[in-house]
Nanobody
Framework: QVQVVESGGGTVQVGGSLRLSCTASGYRYTSGSMAWFRQAPGKEREGVASVYTGITYYSPSARGRFTVTQQNPENGVYVLSLKMSSLKPDDTAVYYC??????????????????WGQGTQVTVSS
């Protein structure tokens, strides 16, 4: 059974930094692709950053401020981190980690991923 678990959310002031971490396990024969999404109240879930088939991708709002990294898998556990800097109030959202490719689409399409974590809240206060 695939398990995806996020950690590291919290409240930070404008301009501050946070680091999120995600571990995924319980699956094999995968490219190891993983992604970060976020969802603010009343908005659709949007892709933030991803290591997708070995290539790093960022949304326009994340590029230059966020850094996504992936550790080499160990004992079937995949780890994806997201370092967020220069945070803005618009970054406030629940951040979700996605793993295991499924339906059609690209890294920033929620339908493209089969397994999701429970989400972690990030709040940027002004």
């Amino acid at each position: 059974q695939v398990q995806v678990v996020e950690s590291g959310g919290g409240t930070v002031q404008v301009g501050g930094s946070l680091r999120l971490s995600c571990t995924a396990s319980g699956y094999r024969y995968t490219s190891g692709s993983m992604a970060w999404f976020r969802q603010a109240p009343g908005k659709e879930r949007e892709g933030v950053a991803s290591v997708y088939t070995g290539i790093t991708y960022y949304s326009p709002s994340a590029r230059g401020r966020f850094t996504v990294t992936q550790q080499n898998p160990e004992n079937g556990v995949y780890v994806l981190s997201l370092k967020m800097s220069s945070l803005k109030p618009d970054d406030t959202a629940v951040y979700y980690c996605a793993a295991v490719l499924g339906g059609a689409g690209f890294w920033n399409s929620a339908n493209h991923w089969r397994s999701w974590g429970q989400g972690t809240q990030v709040t940027v206060s002004s």
